[in-house]
């Protein structure tokens, strides 16, 4: 069975600080992918990355960086966290041809 | 880039009804189209995909189908039941590297019992 963990399922941080979302895959799969979930905006990449070390923008990369030191794991950095990155944010790793497999989640909450 | 439309963004159909889902791409170029349904509090699991070189794919209870002249494809529910109310994503791919996904919006499908 695919396992992708992400580090808090819940996390409530203050304007302006550095926030690290951590996520960790045991499937030894090249692709990650970081989103976030609006309501009625669906699910939009931020970055993902194919290789360690390798990553490339997705629709929404402003206000975010990420890093790939080991292949299982892939974060996403908030370097000064605003209220309008207030989210839900997803893991996802490639599994098949194209099929993602998600993570279960941050609801991230910026005050 | 790639746009994907999706209609309705809530829909509620009574149990044993059918349900439409409508998705809109923009690029001609995609070629695999998968469907994610996410339950509350839950992940997105995929449900259901189409490649462009099929133009019609069914798995028990749903359906999706694929119109690249008019670049629409849809998730068709029959036979609704209880356990398929959850929020319906579509999602469309260019392929190359990464596979990358562009999502419709969602629709949140409510069955009545």
């Known amino acids: 069975d695919v396992k992708v963990t992400q580090s808090s399922r819940y996390l409530v941080k203050r304007t302006g600080e550095k926030v690290f979302l951590e996520c960790v895959q045991d499937?030894?799969?090249?692709?990650m992918f970081w989103y976030r979930q609006d309501p009625g905006l669906g699910l939009r990449l931020i970055y993902f990355?194919?290789?360690?070390?390798?990553?490339e923008k997705g629709d929404i990369p402003e206000g975010y960086s990420v890093s790939r030191e080991k292949k299982e794991r892939f974060s996403l950095i908030l370097e000064s966290a605003s209220t309008n990155q207030t989210s839900m944010y997803l893991c996802?790793?490639?599994?098949?041809?194209?099929?993602?497999?998600f993570g279960p989640g941050t609801r991230l909450t910026v005050t | 880039g790639e746009n994907v439309e999706q209609h309705p963004s809530t829909l509620s159909v009574q149990e044993g009804d059918s349900a439409v889902i409508k998705c809109t791409y923009s690029?001609?170029?995609?070629?695999?189209f998968p469907w994610y349904k996410q339950e509350l509090g839950k992940r997105p699991q995929l449900i259901i995909d189409?490649?462009?070189?099929?133009g019609e794919k069914k798995d028990q209870r749903i359906a999706v189908t694929l119109n690249k002249t008019a670049k629409h494809f849809s998730l068709h529910i029959t036979e609704t039941q209880p356990e398929d109310s959850a929020v319906y994503f579509c999602a469309a791919s260019l392929g190359g590297a990464g596979n990358m996904l562009t999502f419709g919006g969602g629709t949140r499908l409510m069955v009545k019992p």
């Open positions: 990355s194919y290789d360690v070390k390798m990553k």
């Open positions: 499937m030894d799969h090249e692709n």
């Open positions: 996802a790793t490639k599994i098949l041809s194209y099929e993602q497999y």
């Open positions: 690029d001609s170029a995609s070629n695999y």
């Open positions: 189409i490649r462009s070189n099929v």
